[in-house]
């Protein structure tokens, strides 16, 4: 076993308070014989979908991301991530019977994966790679809200462009969050768009029909470097976001991770 593999078992030394959320941060390459250690952490389960996958690199980063996740939950439940036994809601959120306490949620994209941890509060998060030049305006016409297409409509260029993936990812984080999958219509529901500023700061606007919907969630833009965007989403007022990142030589380190526009100050 490397010294590197035994160190993502750590801790990263925080003690989550009743409104904290911890966001633990993975690198999805990794070397072979690493990622063949990862793998016996998989259930017959999770070695199937990793089958699925029809290019190497996207099996690559599922075994990985999914391992890790199994790390990071056995940190929290003080248990064997090779034993953690996952189900699944209706519309395919996992949680663990044997912790039903603990929340939490994966999102992964290129080669960077974020997993969100939290307690008694259900909890969701969204990562995006931004592309130069990538254009997404079928989908906010498909998608979006008439609300957040008017803001959207207020930018330009790339500006525009970085603008329409945040709003992706607010509204992805939210319905991960509340683990419904695509049975709440996207377009049902507001989040801020960077052409429109909400009277309270808040990220997630309103949730038609019940607008007391909105009061219920707490929204984040978390800053993971320029190459992304990412977005977390808990129920309940937020209190700290904690970024945990293991490191090869120190070990697992922790700072509050989060952008000064949050929702409810």
Not at 138 to 164: C, M, N, Y
Not at 166 to 190: I, M, N, Q
Not at 203 to 211: D, I, N, Q, V, Y
Request: glycine share 8%; hydrophobic share 40%.
């Amino acid at each position: 076993m490397t010294d590197r593999r035994r160190r993502t078992g750590e801790s990263c030394g925080v003690e989550l308070a009743a409104n904290d959320v911890m966001v633990e941060r993975v690198t999805l390459a990794v070397p072979d014989r690493e990622r063949a250690e990862l793998e016996t952490l998989l259930s017959d389960d999770e070695r199937r979908r990793v089958e699925r996958y029809r290019f190497a690199v996207d099996r690559e980063r599922f075994l990985v991301a999914r391992a890790r996740l199994r790390l990071v939950l056995a940190r929290h439940a003080a248990g064997s991530a090779a034993r953690l036994c996952f189900a699944y809601g209706t519309h395919g959120k996992p949680w663990l019977p044997s912790h039903p306490r603990l929340r939490f949620n994966l999102a992964h994209a290129g080669d960077l994966a974020l997993i969100a941890v939290a307690h008694e509060r259900e909890v969701g998060i969204d990562l995006e790679r931004v592309t130069a030049g990538r254009t997404l305006d079928g989908v906010a016409e498909t998608f979006f809200s008439p609300a957040e297409q008017d803001g959207l409509a207020r930018l330009e260029g790339e500006t525009r462009t970085r603008a329409l993936q945040r709003c992706w990812c607010r509204k992805e984080a939210y319905v991960k969050a509340r683990g419904t999958g695509l049975s709440l219509p996207l377009h049902t529901f507001d989040v801020v768009t960077d052409g429109f500023v909400s009277p309270d700061g808040s990220l997630l606007l309103a949730t038609r029909p019940h607008a007391a919907e909105a009061a219920a969630w707490d929204l984040r833009d978390l800053d993971v470097g320029g190459a992304y965007v990412a977005t977390l989403a808990v129920e309940g007022r937020l209190g700290r976001v904690w970024s945990c990142e293991a490191d090869p030589v120190r070990g697992p380190t922790a700072s509050v991770l989060c952008k000064a526009r949050c929702s409810r100050g």
